[in-house]
């Protein structure tokens, strides 16, 4: 099991910058993939962007080439790193950690809200 806390949420205007950060409440290392997805309202939640424990990133199109998302094992920290920030990017985001056990587990936290005004 594996608790994830986020932070760093808030009301940005657009064309500014907030990171994320999401806090595990173990080692990081070995988890296969973790992730941040966005849920806005009246919509479905939707993957942001996603990195393995190797390294590899995939991020949704809306996103690319504004957010980055990185890991910080040491730290048990995974951040997403949100650049020119548009009023669409408005939603409340979740961490979540895809661990194997004997098939794949997902784990979420409460999530942080983004507001991004005109």
């Known amino acids: 099991q594996v608790q994830l806390v986020e932070s760093g949420g808030g009301l940005v205007q657009a064309g500014g910058s907030l990171r994320l950060s999401c806090a595990a409440s173990?080692?990081?290392?070995?988890?296969?993939?973790m992730g941040w997805y966005r849920q806005a309202p009246g919509k479905q939640r939707e993957l942001v962007a996603r990195?393995?424990?190797?390294?590899?990133?995939n991020y949704a199109d809306s996103v690319k080439g504004r957010f980055t998302i990185s890991r910080d094992n040491a730290k048990n920290t995974l951040y997403l790193q949100m650049n020119s920030l548009k009023p669409e990017d408005t939603a409340v985001y979740y961490c979540?950690?895809?661990?194997?056990?004997?098939?794949?587990?997902?784990?979420w936290g409460q999530g942080t809200q983004v507001t991004v005004s005109s």
């Open positions: 979540n950690a895809e661990v194997y056990i004997d098939s794949y587990y997902d784990y």
């Open positions: 173990r080692s990081i290392f070995s988890i296969n993939f």
């Open positions: 990195i393995s424990s190797g390294g590899s990133r």
